[in-house]
């Protein structure tokens, strides 16, 4: 089945301890980008990544880091997480040009207390 | 950048009724998405729609690229159907996807 797996699902963790989301899609595709969604300002781009070591910032990149080593994965990395980092995150990913629209995973709601 | 308005915002529905959500965009698009966002909080991809019509069961999606909007159409609606549709645009090759504020639907049954 065409996906886009994200891990882990809900996440808890402590001011300052670094974490990181994995995201892993395997249609292939060279676009994958990474959005988080808060109440009342919807979703937005954190960065996004055209292919295999082009990444490139989106609309809120600050606290955050990602890799694309591979064709198939993009990790969300927060160095030192902070409070205003607890969101639900989403990973999705396209063809190039998203001529068949994006494809979401099923999205990682992280708590930083 | 594009903005996307969605309306009604909020809609409740009686079970099996019919029901139309619409979304406009200020600029020419090269994709655009609807998407329901269920309880669990999942975006599920419902089209890909950047022009014309297409059905998929009790939802349908229209979109009128030259006159800037795109109609989601829910009918003989479940309280399955209940959660936050989203209508994403991309425009001029940018790279993201921009979101609307989304229509909470809710049906009762």
């Known amino acids: 089945e065409a996906q886009v797996t994200q891990n882990p699902r809900y996440l808890i963790t402590v001011t300052g301890k670094k974490l990181t989301v994995t995201c892993s899609q395997n249609?292939?595709?060279?676009?994958m980008s990474w959005y988080r969604q808060d109440p009342g300002l919807g979703l937005r781009q954190i960065y996004y990544?055209?292919?295999?070591?082009?990444?490139d910032k989106g609309d809120v990149p600050e606290g955050y880091k990602v890799s694309r080593k591979e064709k198939r994965n993009f990790p969300l990395i927060l160095e030192s997480p902070s409070p205003n980092q607890t969101s639900l995150y989403f990973c999705?990913?396209?063809?190039?040009?998203?001529?068949?629209?994006?494809?979401f995973g099923s999205g990682t709601r992280l708590t930083v207390v | 950048g594009i903005q996307v308005e969605q309306s009604p915002p909020d809609l409740i529905l009686q079970e099996g009724a019919n029901s139309t959500l619409r979304c406009n965009f200020s600029?020419?698009?090269?994709?655009l998405q609807w998407f329901h966002q269920n309880p669990w909080g999942q975006l599920i991809n419902l089209f890909y729609?950047?022009?014309g019509t297409k059905q998929n069961g009790r939802l349908s999606a229209t979109t009128v690229a030259t006159e800037r909007y795109s109609l989601l159409y829910i009918s003989s609606s479940q309280t399955t159907d209940s959660g936050v549709y989203f209508c994403?645009?991309?425009?001029?090759?940018?790279?993201?996807?921009?979101f609307g504020k989304g229509n909470q639907v809710v049906v009762i049954p």
């Open positions: 249609m292939n595709h060279e676009y």
């Open positions: 729609i950047p022009s």
């Open positions: 990544s055209m292919n295999v070591e082009v990444t």
């Open positions: 600029d020419s698009v090269n994709n």
């Open positions: 999705a990913s396209s063809t190039t040009g998203g001529s068949y629209g994006y494809t």
């Open positions: 994403a645009v991309e425009s001029g090759g940018n790279n993201r996807l921009a």
